[in-house]
């Protein structure tokens, strides 16, 4: 009888932990998901809004494009930076290092550079910069959404691990020129430099960490261009398509 009643307390305890980590693993899917929704939203929105406003007024729109999205932007690069704490914990499957590098890339060159230098903001490649991002946001996240929910598309699927593969290096660029047209309004209006007094005798002088910022950002390019062929690869292998099909 006692080994009886141990079976049976191993057997509930069994039973317990199995409902307690699906109950768990069901309500951190629910929390991706809304992310995930919430990003394919705001995303959403500001392609659609570009665009309807490059139809509406042609070149007249890309002046003003910061002024216009900006905010929705920024919020929506504010809360990717969680992508980050959801791979630390667990809950995201992704690689930690290539996450960290593209989240960065666009903090710094979003909110160090545009945004601190009104000049930079009307100029065309912020436009050219937020089409390439939003365009690849939209892809990525509306992917995320329907694999959370087990939906896979093959056509999405070929384009979510495909899209990337070209644009991420004109993205690159983008933000490569975006700092070059910022340095002279850095160099003449000498924002975050900065001049210790005696006796530090020390100074920090911001165009030239953002030339040393340009090298860094090619050689980041290289290592996630890198991640990106092996991911397609992981992704849209003959048996990974097949088992998605099933």
Not at 55 to 61: I, N, T, V
């Amino acid at each position: 009888r006692l080994q009886f009643l141990q079976v049976k307390k191993l057997e509930y305890c069994s039973k317990s932990y199995s409902l307690h980590f699906h109950l768990h693993s069901f309500t951190m899917n629910t929390y991706l998901f809304v992310y995930d929704l919430m990003q394919f939203c705001g995303h959403s929105w500001i392609f659609t809004n570009m665009i309807i406003r490059f139809m509406s007024f042609g070149k007249d729109s890309l002046a003003d494009t910061f002024y216009s999205i900006g905010l929705v932007m920024r919020l929506c690069q504010l809360l990717s930076i969680l992508e980050i704490l959801h791979i630390l914990t667990g809950i995201d499957k992704s690689r930690l290092f290539p996450r960290i590098l593209q989240i960065a890339e666009r903090i710094i060159v979003l909110f160090v550079v545009i945004n601190s230098q009104e000049e930079v903001q009307g100029k065309y490649v912020v436009c050219v910069l937020f089409f390439l991002w939003n365009l690849l946001d939209v892809v990525r996240y509306t992917y995320n959404m329907l694999a959370r929910m087990g939906i896979y598309y093959l056509p999405l699927t070929w384009l979510n691990f495909s899209l990337c593969i070209p644009l991420y290096p004109l993205s690159v660029l983008a933000k490569a020129f975006a700092i070059c047209v910022s340095l002279p309004y850095f160099e003449s209006f000498g924002t975050y430099s900065i001049k210790l007094p005696f006796p530090f005798a020390f100074s920090i002088y911001f165009p030239y960490v953002l030339k040393m910022y340009l090298l860094v950002l090619f050689i980041g390019m290289c290592f996630i261009i890198q991640n990106l062929f092996s991911e397609r690869k992981a992704h849209l292998g003959t048996g990974n398509i097949k088992k998605k099909r099933s």
